[in-house]
């Protein structure tokens, strides 16, 4: 069995979600794809599966299968460690390779196993990337039920609502610092910040209003104002501390050709994104400052069978 599933990138609410506000993420036209095989052995890409370097897929297969041992091959287009949830991409299509060999395929299954597997495998984790992969398209992640509502997702007590949200044509440029930031350590730092000082508290908050604020530019198509919000939103993550001087020369050279532009994700490295109709000239000035650049869309489809690898 072949499957694959996207990337994605947060638009708004990074950090401010873990302390309860709103996030929207996006699906991305990168993609993970996974063949699976019964086999001898367990191995991946020729290689006896190992529990370190294979922890997603090892984690997916001990929550989702029983039956002999496999043979998993990968191939994906998605840098690690840059924002664009590469981890959630190859957990999300193993476990679409293997339930699809069970005949077990339904898209709320495959969501809350795909965030199972990232908690087990990272000791913490929210469901944003997995249901983002697995729906496809737009989703808001928030701490009461909404319109458009699709599932929730519930660990040691806490709620999450996941919500489709319509995603107009957006063309993006990702710029990839190839700098890896620590989401732990950055996560952290927020942390001991909001945790002492009631200005980081309201600073959240204004990211989650930001967020929401998002929603009716977003169905709306009005570049523009998205864009006013995404640089709004990257200018409060700085105040977090969660920016990077790379980020920041990526950011300042994309702004000249987009609408806005933010850093993704958890920040301290990783990467950036623009919203703009020049993605040839935002890509060629985040290259010369030294960042790689991706010229992406919005995947309007989540995780996938495929008929070849």
């Not at 990337?7 to 699976?36: C, N, Q, S, W």
């Not at 339930?99 to 809350?112: F, P, Q, Y």
């Not at 000791?123 to 989703?139: E, L």
């Not at 001087?245 to 990467?271: D, F, Q």
Request: net charge neutral.
């Amino acid at each position: 069995m072949i499957a694959s599933a996207p990337a994605k990138v947060i638009l708004f609410g990074e950090h401010a979600v873990v302390y309860g506000e709103p996030a929207i993420a996006v699906a991305i036209d990168m993609r993970t794809y996974v063949h699976a095989e019964k086999s001898e052995e367990y191995s991946v890409n020729g290689y006896p599966m190992n529990s370190r370097y294979h922890a997603y897929i090892k984690n997916a297969i001990d929550l989702c299968w029983e039956g002999e041992p496999l043979s998993i091959r990968t191939k994906s287009q998605i840098p690690s460690a840059s924002g664009m949830g590469s981890s959630a991409s190859i957990t999300v299509a193993t476990l679409t390779a293997l339930l699809a060999m069970k005949k077990e395929i339904d898209e709320e299954k495959i969501a809350k196993m795909g965030f199972e597997v990232e908690y087990r495998t990272q000791g913490r984790a929210s469901p944003i990337d997995t249901s983002t992969v697995t729906h496809g398209q737009g989703i808001l992640v928030h701490k009461v039920k909404r319109e458009n509502y699709l599932w929730k997702v519930e660990k040691n007590g806490v709620v999450w609502y996941i919500h489709h949200v319509k995603i107009p044509s957006l063309r993006l440029v990702v710029g990839f610092s190839g700098i890896k930031g620590s989401t732990r350590e950055m996560v952290e730092k927020v942390r001991r910040f909001y945790s002492w000082n009631s200005f980081a508290r309201d600073v959240i908050r204004e990211i989650g209003r930001i967020t929401l604020e998002a929603l009716s530019p977003l169905q709306d198509e009005d570049y523009e104002r998205i864009g006013e919000l995404m640089t709004q939103d990257n200018k409060l993550l700085t105040i977090l501390g969660v920016s990077h001087p790379m980020l920041k020369k990526m950011i300042n050279v994309a702004m000249k050709h987009s609408y806005g532009a933010k850093l993704t994700g958890a920040g301290g490295g990783g990467s950036i994104i623009a919203l703009t109709d020049e993605q040839d000239e935002v890509a060629r000035a985040i290259e010369e400052v030294g960042g790689r650049a991706y010229k992406v869309s919005i995947s309007k489809e989540g995780f996938r069978v495929e008929n070849h690898f």
